[in-house]
Each structure stands twice: as C-alpha cells, then as structure tokens.
C-alpha cells in the first residue's frame, strides 16, 4: 500500500494548480521561451509593510513550458522598528518574492534591500539606494492565462521600503 505523505500531498497540488514545481525540491527543467512581457516603471513606490503586498501585476496568456520571470528594482529600506540587530547595529531588510496565478514560485522570498552598510549613517537624511535583480523559475504544466503579482514586505512592519524604478520581464512558451 501507497503511504500519502505531506511531500506527495505538496506535489499534487502543485500539479492541480497547473505548474510542476517543488519548494523543498528546487526545479529543473528547460525549454524554449520564445514570448516576453515586460514592464517598466521609474514611478516611486514606499511601503512599510510587515506582510506581503503585491506592488506590481501582469496578465498574458502562455503556452505549458517554462516560465521565467526577473524582477529587477532600486531602492533602498529604512530601520524604523529597530527590530534586529547585527554586531550592536539596527538591521532591517527587504523580502521580493513572485506569485503566478496565486501560487509561490520557487525559491521563493528573497532578500532584496538591506541597511548593511548604511548602519553608521543617519539614514533618514541619507538614504542610499541600491539596485537588486533576481530570477524565479517554474513550468506552465497546460496552456493558461498567466498572473504574475510582484509582492514586497518589510523585515518588521514600520520599516519602510521605498522603490524608485523597477523593471519586471517574463519569458515564456
């Protein structure tokens, strides 16, 4: 007999939801991604969210195959909450992570802003920008209209991050 374990239970809803990806995993995979959507943006966007939110959206309709998105963005965090600290200084950081038709893509948050570096300045009157970009993978199991949520929270509520210009580009089938 057939034990459904928690890693199975995982796989299957990935399957149902249409992308063939694993968190505890990781992906592999290739294929050609011969259509890309893009999206620009130099408008100023500042959040001090402690939970996700999504700051950017795009829909388009895509074939199964891969999905690869980038999200590149500058901009900078402020340490408001004074939530962690690192050798004797405030830290605080900024988490990206990308969302397709509601699901996590792998591998998931990551790092994107931090106030290393900046932790002896007063970075109230001297906050210093910084550019990150980073790229998430997954496969589109079937033909579907795609969403794409490009979604930001702080290290600690209170924290504010602030994007000055982003760019977020999609290759797929």
């Avoid at 290290?155 to 580009?169: F, M, N, Q, Y």
């Amino acid at each position: 007999m057939r034990t459904f374990t928690k890693i199975s239970a995982v796989l299957l809803a990935a399957a149902l939801a249409g992308w063939a990806a694993t968190a505890a995993l990781g992906v592999t995979g290739g294929g050609a991604t011969p259509k890309t959507e893009f999206r620009a943006s130099d408008t100023r966007t500042e959040t001090p969210s402690g939970a996700f939110i999504t700051i950017e959206s795009m829909t388009f309709a895509a074939q199964s195959g891969p999905v690869v998105v980038r999200y590149s963005a500058t901009g900078y965090v402020q340490d408001r909450a004074k939530s962690g600290s690192f050798v004797g200084k405030s830290f605080t950081c900024t988490y990206v992570r990308i969302l397709l038709n509601g699901t996590v893509v792998n591998p998931g948050p990551v790092t994107f802003f931090d106030n290393t570096g900046k932790v002896g300045l007063d970075q109230w009157k001297y906050p210093r920008p910084t550019t990150a970009s980073f790229t998430w993978v997954g496969t589109l199991a079937a033909p579907a209209t795609v969403k794409v949520d490009v979604q930001v929270r702080a290290k600690a509520s209170w924290d504010p991050t602030t994007i000055l210009r982003d760019s977020l580009v999609v290759d797929h089938a």
